[in-house]
């Protein structure tokens, strides 16, 4: 019998768990792993703390507990999957069962035909649409590069002011990072309140810790513009009218599902544009799985489907999605119930239950 053919588009979290998950129930099996960027299973959680100095050593992102940095030589030693970083899926023809991919360095297209095939894109950043979002300065912390960015942003100790927009789990996080860096911060909510699904009067808690550590909070107020002097970021306004000079402003408003590859080869996609499965994390194709940022998963308390993107519930969803290649569909993944959690200076402020008030339980602990 000819090996089976596996290919995980997607290397950071959820693709390498269904890969490895394949490898070990299936010895034989020829498992692809194709990741656009040069980097595979990047620890995305610890790009604030790396940020904000808590540690040097950028490999501390990309390695095993043993300190062995998961490269392609690492996937192959260790698991015996081709990992191919660099390199795009382009579009997935269903009907010959082929991933069109991309090598982004040399620039040339081929094939890879799968048997069972798994999706695993993440999410995208979300951009205000306002003026001057193209300018200089203006970031998010959603990938490597930009960790690599804001860590520069650190060691070069030349930015004196910066704006966080957002005050969710990420921009909270990347708040703490830049005051730590030595930059004055400000952190800019549209909502009346920061960490928009804790309970008001929790969530003024964390806000007053911020301040209390001299960061500007300003909740109700949108970004209006980001203003330039020439094509560097000088400034933030806001739809009250502030300005708020800064030399560097990071985008934390939430991401959405990357889920286009999938949409364009005809997978159903969902209300919350993540992609549809079901409870074996199966697509509208039964040929083809989906995990991670990029799905669209049910709440247990709603029954509704929510797009939940967070690291566990990737690794979970993608361990499940990697053993369902191999055995069809074995193993369910439950659905969750949003469980967030994030680190505020001293407090850690966590949060579980639906996502419309009142929530099933809130919490604040001293870390
Ligand atoms: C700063 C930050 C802090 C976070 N903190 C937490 C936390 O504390 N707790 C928590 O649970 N979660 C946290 N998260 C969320 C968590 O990191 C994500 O939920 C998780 O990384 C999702 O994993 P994924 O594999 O689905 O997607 P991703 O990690 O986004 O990986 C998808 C990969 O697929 C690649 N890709 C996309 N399209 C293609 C293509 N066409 N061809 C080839 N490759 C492609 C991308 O380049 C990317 O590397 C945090 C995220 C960030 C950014």
């Known amino acids: 019998m000819n090996a089976k053919r596996i290919v995980v588009v997607g290397g950071s979290a959820a693709g390498p768990k269904a890969a490895a998950k394949a490898r070990r129930l299936d010895e034989q099996a020829e498992i692809t792993l194709v990741q656009k960027s040069a980097e595979l299973s990047m620890a995305s959680c610890g790009y604030p703390y790396y940020v904000?100095?808590?540690?040097?050593?950028?490999?501390?992102?990309?390695?095993?507990?043993?300190?062995?940095?998961?490269?392609p030589s690492f996937f192959m030693k260790a698991k015996n999957i081709v990992a191919r970083t660099q390199t795009e899926a382009v579009s997935i023809d269903r009907s010959r069962k082929i991933v069109r991919c991309k090598d982004l360095c040399g620039g040339n297209e081929y094939d890879l035909p799968y048997d069972s095939l798994v999706i695993a894109t993440g999410s995208l950043p979300n951009y205000p649409p306002v003026p001057g979002v193209d300018l200089d300065g203006v970031t998010t912390l959603q990938s490597?590069?930009?960790?690599?960015?804001?860590?520069?942003?650190?060691?070069?100790?030349?930015?004196?002011?910066?704006?966080?927009?957002?005050?969710?789990?990420?921009?909270?996080?990347?708040?703490?990072?830049?005051?730590?860096?030595?930059?004055?911060?400000?952190?800019?909510?549209?909502?009346?309140?920061?960490?928009?699904?804790?309970?008001?009067?929790?969530?003024?808690i964390v806000e007053n810790h911020l301040r209390s550590r001299s960061v500007n909070v300003f909740t109700e107020n949108g970004v209006s513009a980001f203003l330039g002097e020439g094509s560097k970021l000088a400034g933030v306004k806001l739809s009250n009218g502030t300005e708020l000079p800064c030399e560097l402003a990071v985008v934390a408003i939430g991401v959405k599902p990357n889920s286009a590859l999938a949409a364009k080869a005809g997978l159903k996609v969902g209300s919350t544009g993540g992609i549809v499965v079901d409870k074996h994390m199966s697509t509208s194709d039964p040929c083809i799985y989906a995990a991670g940022d990029c799905v669209e998963v049910e709440n247990l308390i709603t029954g509704k489907p929510v797009h939940a993107p967070y690291g566990d519930l990737a690794n979970l969803e993608g361990r499940v999605a990697g053993e369902n290649a191999v055995l069809g569909n074995a193993a369910v993944f439950p659905g969750t119930i949003q469980t967030g959690i994030c680190k505020i200076f001293d407090y850690t402020a966590g949060t579980t239950g639906s996502p419309k008030r009142p929530r099933a339980q809130t919490g604040l602990k001293m870390s």
């Open 144 to 204: 490597m590069r930009d960790a690599d960015f804001l860590r520069r942003i650190r060691d070069e100790k030349k930015i004196k002011k910066a704006v966080v927009v957002g005050g969710g789990l990420i921009g909270i996080e990347t708040c703490e990072a830049l005051h730590l860096a030595g930059i004055d911060t400000t952190v800019v909510e549209l909502l009346p309140q920061l960490l928009a699904f804790m309970d008001w009067d929790m969530a003024k």
């Open 52 to 71: 904000g100095g808590f540690f040097d050593d950028r490999n501390m992102l990309l390695c095993t507990p043993t300190g062995v940095v998961r490269d």
